[in-house]
DNA sequence: ATAAATACCTAAGAATTTTAGGTATAAAAG
DNA sequence: CTTTTATACCTAAAATTCTTAGGTATTTAT
């Protein structure tokens, strides 16, 4: 599995760009689904998730629902209209960082 | 500048990195060295930067010699042997980090 | 009937970094 | 020549983010 400390920062930019192609989705899907993509290489626990989700939709990036499924209840999560402006800004962000470290780690990565 | 979350956890890969590509270096001079070739971008700040080297040479991944320069003690870090392994590891680690980041942000990072 | 999967959550602690200092020498600029 | 900037080391408090390790409850598989 990927080493946590790279990870550290990276689980918002995740969450947005994921929710800027589904319209709407719920915690426990979220991590599923990175989980899968991923290739089972990015674990995102929900003790990291959860908090996460609160504190962006604290900070307005994201809007909930709560839609019964059976007995259980979901939270869904989708973006607000800052959340979709965010969504660019991070990967640009998450691309300079790229950018920068392959210049600090030069030999283009192949090596 | 590059954004402070994502950094988190790339700063021993860059130490690491570095030295293994200038057989000793101290610790002023990583700080300029990785701005200058970052362009600017990345700014390893001393207080993140000096206790990193500290917790690394405990954990015997480098060595440490001090050199008088006029007045004054310069601490120079290089490798030791386990940190010359690390640095694969590390270098390693990223690659799978960044291909694993953009199975998920997926358009390759073009876009 | 029991275990595993689904689905949410929190709280204590660890790890890493930022912020904001402190000390002191050497070189550049006014 | 004195003040600022650069060099060069350092630490400690606070913030951030994450891991670990729980807890609850429903639903599906074994």
Redesign the interface.
């Known amino acids: 599995m990927?080493?946590?400390?790279?990870?550290?920062?990276?689980i918002?930019?995740?969450v947005l760009?994921?929710l800027s192609e589904h319209q709407r989705m719920y915690g426990y899907e979220i991590c599923q689904h990175?989980k899968t993509?991923?290739?089972e290489?990015?674990i995102l626990t929900e003790g990291a998730l959860y908090p996460m989700l609160h504190k962006m939709e604290a900070d307005g990036l994201l809007l909930t629902e709560k839609v019964r499924v059976g007995n259980r209840v979901r939270k869904y999560y989708q973006l607000s209209t800052t959340g979709t402006q965010e969504v660019t800004k991070?990967?640009e962000?998450?691309?300079?960082?790229?950018e920068?470290?392959q210049?600090?780690?030069?030999p283009k990565?192949t090596n």
Chains 1, 2 share one sequence.
């Open positions: 990927i080493d946590k400390g790279l990870l550290k920062g990276s918002k930019t995740i760009k994921l990175v993509i991923s290739q290489q990015v991070k990967l962000q998450f691309r300079t960082y790229v920068a470290m210049l600090i780690l030069q990565m």
